[in-house]
């Protein structure tokens, strides 16, 4: 098994105000709120020795009277494609298997990103009369609906990565449905990125010398609190830190690597050596920006700026080499192996919370390392 960093649990559900885009647009939309966002989770690296964890995991079987061998889950993954979620699920299922679960009666489905597909997935682990429901929807907007038919089936449910609004999870907590929420306040993971780049001092980063700090944004997907958090709260980080900045460019990248290299050759095409920080929803996104920095010759570092978010091993490479500023590690092993407990718990007829959270986690030059010997 591999060390894991210990997650802090977060709670309370807000409706928060979203500025997105140049335009400064504004939207609502719903999402946890936590007042730890300001503060860094120091990396606690956990050796968890094979034989303690098999022990762990024996205790939990034991607890639930040594069968959940022979209950079945079901997983859907809104996107097999997705690295992230590549990370995610790949650790969620060996942990359930740890945990006393078989092989066998994990079903992980891929949805493909089209929320009718995922929507007959879910249809089929019913007919099937799953034991648990682990679902990370396509669009977070359809948790209602999936709700509403999984309760009616009588299986318990836990949402992970994509969180439903604040509104539907009052109806679990209104109704006492065996329904929660798994996931990182990405408010926290945008003020990360941005204070990576506040550390870095404003003289260092106003490369031109205008007083303002010029940069390019690339969102993830726009329906996803995750993109509209991490784009309001890396910029808000320098704000709040008194630089003045100036959006030249900010477009939606999905979650991809292909998509982002394109935008960001694209604006460092039209803005050149205007461009000072380019901030990336994700690492997928980073990496593609990364090459398309590259192509136009600039040296990260030197004459421009980059982080992400994810701390996925290429991008935790690229921080060590320089040719990254920075990354946020979103902790895949606290995630999942909160879910598969908040599962396990319904299994045995306990309850959960209606909201699992968990830290980010900084990763710099000075810790990239260390993160990396914990993911790899
Ligand atoms: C985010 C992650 C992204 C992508 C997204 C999918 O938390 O940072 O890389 O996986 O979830 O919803």
Known sequence: MKKKIIGVILATAMVATLFTGCSGKSEEAAAPATDAAQEEAAPEAEDAAPAEAED??????????GDLASKKVGVCIYQFS????????????????????SKDNITIVDGQNDQATQTGQIDNFINDKVDVLIVNPVNSSS???????????GIPLVYINREPSADEEKRWEDNGWNVTYVGCDARQSGTMQGEMIVDLGLEAVDLNGDGKIQYIMVEGDP???????????????????????????????????????????NA???YTTDVEVVFCNNDAMALGALQAIEAAGRTVGTDIYLVGVDALSEALENVIAGTMTGTVFNDHFSQSHSAADAAIRFINGESNDYYIGCDYVKATKDNAQEILDMVK
């Open 143 to 153: 948790a209602e609906t999936i709700t509403d038919k999984v309760v009616e089936a």
């Open 223 to 265: 329906e996803n609190v995750d993109a509209q958090y991490r784009t309001e709260f890396s910029v808000k980080a320098l704000t709040d830190a008194g630089f003045e900045v100036e959006c030249l460019s900010d477009q939606v990248g999905n979650w991809q690597q292909a998509e982002a290299q394109q935008i960001v050759a």
């Open 82 to 101: 997705d690295n992230f979620m590549t990370l995610f699920r790949t650790e969620l299922e060996n942990y359930l298997i740890a945990q006393g679960f």
């Open 268 to 270: 460092l095409g039209q």
């Open 56 to 65: 762990a995991a024996d205790a939990t079987a034991d607890a639930a009277g």
